[in-house]
């Protein structure tokens, strides 16, 4: 069976880290686009930080969380990771990891666009006092 597993989010204060976890079962990840989305109340979902397949080297991240959020991916465990660091308020959100099939689209076009074949469960990350 074919799915994405996502662990980790939670409650954390402002200036806190969190880091999310997103396991692949029924295909290999390093072929694949991997990216985190997340989508706030009232909000539509927004591409956070998107990474090219293990063969590229290229890598998105929307400018709220440039320098901030670290995207990842371990081949030999089939994981993915978003590092959350100096969290803030506005970063309170469920998030979502998603894996796609490289095409004729950069990583900016699959996190812009929502590009995917495959979608985690979502974990609520809350950023508060």
């Known amino acids: 069976q074919v799915q994405l597993v996502q662990s980790g989010g939670g409650l954390v204060q402002p200036g806190g880290s969190l880091r999310l976890s997103c396991a692949a079962s029924g295909f290999t990840l390093d072929y694949y686009l991997i990216g985190w989305f997340r989508q706030a109340p009232g909000k539509v979902r927004e591409g956070v930080s998107c990474?090219?397949?293990?063969?590229?080297?290229?890598?998105y991240y929307v400018d709220s969380v440039k320098g901030r959020f670290t995207i990842s991916r371990d081949n030999a465990q089939n994981t993915v990771y978003l590092q959350m660091n100096s969290l803030e308020p506005e970063d309170t959100a469920v998030y979502y990891c998603?894996?796609?099939?490289?095409?004729?689209?950069?990583?900016?076009?699959?996190?812009?666009?929502?590009?995917?074949?495959?979608w985690g469960q979502g974990t609520q990350v809350t950023v508060s006092s």
């Open positions: 990474t090219s397949s293990s063969s590229d080297d290229s890598t």
């Open positions: 998603a894996a796609r099939r490289p095409g004729p689209f950069t990583v900016q076009t699959m996190c812009v666009d929502l590009l995917s074949d495959y």
